[in-house]
């Protein structure tokens, strides 16, 4: 049983708790990602790693409230318990692997959009600690759906501010602000992380490559399962077919077919439109994990 801590609305429904997970907490790395359960037949759900304290020996998680499981959990309280936290799962972003001195060398802009705030975070926390400024776009449909900003401000060098109806701070996508910095101000970057809503990232991978920035997504919002057993994150990356959270969660943008994925996740919430790409992929259908035999 993993204890909630802490248990925090921050817009309407998205939700912030903090759980005691000290084996995960040890282990986890920007960019990855853990499966809760509520109880032992509970629904499984990924979710990306949002904080952590080593010290006391947790986690913090950010969700939205789309479905019966997760709206379920919004009404979890703290002092009550998750049956079941599995982690740290998928990969760790790509600079946590990179030689220290290189990392030093480049100039990141980080871009979140909605709930994608939250993997953003730790990210933009690992670059303060290790000495790096870094700025940080962070966008959402009005007002009081922002989340994270006043942490973000601690951590980022320059932090941006956008809402879609112009409610607070500046009016418009992030993708006028990337556009803003690079274009009006002649801002440099090396490297753009852009975490969010799928449409999001897609028309900021179609700018940056324009503006030949190179990328990196995470493909979380696409997952279901979490262990690559059910398929449902199938992505085509480069040609290649990948699954985003096995491979991934985090991919080069420029090279991710976004509008396959896309109609792919619609497809998939559907008995219909699993049965027809079950049909389409055939024995690539599942796969993720190398050794689910899909349903043999």
């Known amino acids: 049983m993993y204890k909630i801590l802490k248990a925090e609305k921050l817009a309407e429904k998205i939700y912030l708790m ?3 997970a000290p084996r995960v907490a040890k282990a986890c790395q920007p960019g990855e990602f853990v499966i809760v359960m509520m109880d032992e037949k509970g ?17 913090t998680i950010v969700f939205q409230s789309v479905g019966a499981g997760t709206e379920k959990m919004a009404n979890l309280k703290a002092g009550d318990y998750f049956a079941d936290v ?16 290189e990392v030093k060398k480049k100039k990141y802009l980080f871009v ?20 790096i400024d870094v700025d940080v776009i962070i ?12 942490k973000l401000k601690e951590q980022a060098g320059n932090l941006y501010v956008t809402t879609d109806d112009g409610s607070y701070e500046r009016k418009g996508m992030v993708t006028e602000v990337i556009k803003d910095l690079v274009v009006n101000q002649g801002k440099k970057y090396d490297v753009c992380v852009a975490i969010g809503p799928m449409i999001m990232m897609k028309f900021v991978c179609l700018l940056t490559k324009d503006l030949n920035l190179p990328t ?3 493909l979380n919002p696409i997952m279901v399962d979490g262990t690559g057993m059910c398929g449902a994150c199938r992505v085509t990356v480069g040609g290649e077919v990948k699954f985003a959270c096995v491979d991934g969660p985090e991919f080069d943008g420029h090279l991710v077919n976004f509008d396959e994925a896309m109609k792919r996740q619609q497809m998939y919430k559907s008995e219909e439109g699993r049965a027809q790409l079950k049909l ?3 024995d690539t259908h599942h796969g993720g994990c190398g050794m689910c035999g899909g349903d043999n």
């Open 216 to 218: 990196v997504v995470s």
């Open 18 to 20: 903090d759980v005691e």
């Open 43 to 59: 629904e499984r759900i990924p979710l990306t790693i949002c904080d952590f304290n080593r010290e006391q020996g947790s986690v």
């Open 112 to 131: 979140a959009g909605g709930v994608g705030t939250a993997p953003v975070y730790p990210q933009v926390r690992w670059m303060r600690e290790h000495g």
């Open 280 to 282: 389409q992929e055939g």
């Open 86 to 101: 599995v982690g740290p799962l998928g990969n760790p972003s790509e600079f946590v692997k990179e030689d220290l001195e």
């Open 139 to 150: 966008g959402a449909k009005t007002k009081n759906l922002l989340i994270l900003e006043d």
